[in-house]
Nanobody
Framework: QLVESGGGLVQAGGSLRLSCVAS????????MGWFRQAPGKEREFVAA????????TYADSVKGRFTISRDNAKNTLYLQMDSLTPEDTAVYYC???????????????????WGQGTQVTVSS
């Protein structure tokens, strides 16, 4: 199970930190990722990291502004979002693959488990 929190309303230029608490299996055995879905658009990749958290990858649209991290002792995934713009408005989902073999998955099809989502709204 994946449960996100931390979304909300923020002004452009502001920051938010999303959290995702995982349960039900050994969190540290799996890479993890964040996706987002804006109204009328497909769900898109935001960021992912390896099981250790030492290697990360980002969508070009968020590179340099967002930071993905994890605390394996707390079974928690994070997404620090800085310099937010109205274009970042979306429902944000954390996701986990069903296989331990994925190193740094970036495709929706590589993820089997999804949280309920948390709304992020950035006003101009």
């Amino acid at each position: 199970q994946l449960v996100e929190s931390g979304g909300g309303l923020v002004q452009a230029g502001g920051s938010l930190r999303l959290s995702c608490v995982a349960s039900g299996r050994t969190f540290s055995n799996y890479a993890m990722g964040w996706f987002r879905q804006a109204p009328g658009k497909e769900r898109e990749f935001v960021a992912a990291l390896t099981r250790s958290g030492l290697t990360t990858t980002y969508a070009d649209s968020v590179k340099g502004r967002f930071t993905i991290s994890r605390d394996n002792a707390k079974n928690t995934l994070y997404l620090q979002m800085d310099s937010l713009t109205p274009e970042d408005t979306a429902v944000y989902y954390c996701a986990a693959p069903g296989s331990t073999s994925y190193y740094l998955p970036k495709s929706k099809g590589q993820y089997d488990y999804w949280g309920q989502g948390t709304q992020v709204t950035v006003s101009s």
